[in-house]
């Protein structure tokens, strides 16, 4: 069998579970299963592969077919133009969160030795690409649960940063990081309405349903942000940028304006309410 026949039956056989990215997903795993770059997959189409590999890549097709990610699959995801492993346990970093990272760049600019905290850090995407692009930061990444947690310092050892400090521990817990003053916190949440979860696609159901469920209204985690870490935690002239859906920024917006001088609702590359902003 050669490359090209390969990728042809991945195709079909993805298509034939309604899979839309088909040709992508195929050329991904065909690419992963061989080890070879996409230079490669496009110059040696004609090229016979070996049974062993040819199998492994069938194994990869089926796994895609019963709905597991793409993004578990191949075990990374580029987020940020860095890379991050990602797995069972943690949430697939998103482009939109990528508008998220470049806000925080804007606002951390103008701070000497900026100290920056991430809430529900989860793969660490946001934290350590802060990081990657203002080196003098210091980024505090915190994740609650074991699986995200070896995830993110697996990917702070992958990118070789060392101004990221990771810390096992709940948002809801006032003690945390109790000697450390911050200049900007931000998070991407769980942001579900509880009900919703059912009505997640089947690969989004994959993902761990910790990152996702955001209690009741889908703002628990929204509320406690705004009324301990923007009002009790964070200094004068700091900042808070949160992700969230949608539907969700005009009120997350009210829960901030209580205790924020100026707030803002950013909207992503899609036109759509994405980031909620605060200054102290
Ligand atoms: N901060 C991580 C991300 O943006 C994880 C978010 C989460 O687990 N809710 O991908």
């Given at each position: 069998m050669t490359i090209n026949e390969a990728y042809r039956s991945g195709i079909d056989m993805l298509k034939s579970n309604r899979l839309t990215d088909a040709e992508f997903d195929a050329r991904c795993l065909l690419e992963f299963a061989l080890d070879i770059d996409p230079t490669r997959f496009f110059i040696s189409r004609s090229e016979l592969i070996d049974v062993k590999k040819a199998e492994y890549y069938f194994t990869l097709i089926n796994r895609r077919m019963n709905g597991e990610p793409l993004q578990y699959i191949l075990g990374k995801w580029e987020f940020m133009s860095n890379e991050f492993c990602v797995g069972k346990g943690v949430l697939i970093p998103r482009p939109e969160t990528e508008k998220l990272v470049e806000l925080a760049k804007e606002y951390l600019?103008?701070?000497?030795?900026p100290v920056v905290v991430d809430l529900c850090?989860?793969?660490?995407c946001i934290a350590i690409s802060i990081a990657k692009l203002i080196p003098d930061a210091t980024v505090y990444a915190v994740e609650k649960y074991d699986d995200a947690f070896c995830y993110l310092t697996k990917n702070i050892s992958l990118n070789e940063v060392n101004n990221v400090v990771a810390v096992q521990g709940d948002?809801?817990?006032?003690?945390?990081?109790?000697?450390v003053s911050a200049d900007l916190i931000v998070s991407n949440p769980p942001y579900i309405r509880k009900a919703d979860i059912e009505t997640l696609s089947d690969e989004v159901k994959c993902e761990p349903v910790t990152a996702l469920d955001g209690g009741e209204d889908g703002y628990d985690f929204y509320r406690f942000l705004s009324s301990y870490?923007?009002?009790?935690?964070l200094d004068k002239n700091g900042a808070v940028m949160v992700e969230c859906a949608e539907d969700q920024g005009d009120y997350i917006s009210e829960l901030f304006s209580e205790y924020s001088e100026k707030n803002e609702i950013i909207y992503d590359f899609n036109g759509l309410q994405r980031i909620v902003t605060a200054y102290k």
């Open positions: 600019t103008d701070i000497e030795k850090s989860g793969s660490g948002l809801f817990d006032k003690e945390l990081l109790r000697d870490w923007l009002n009790e935690f």
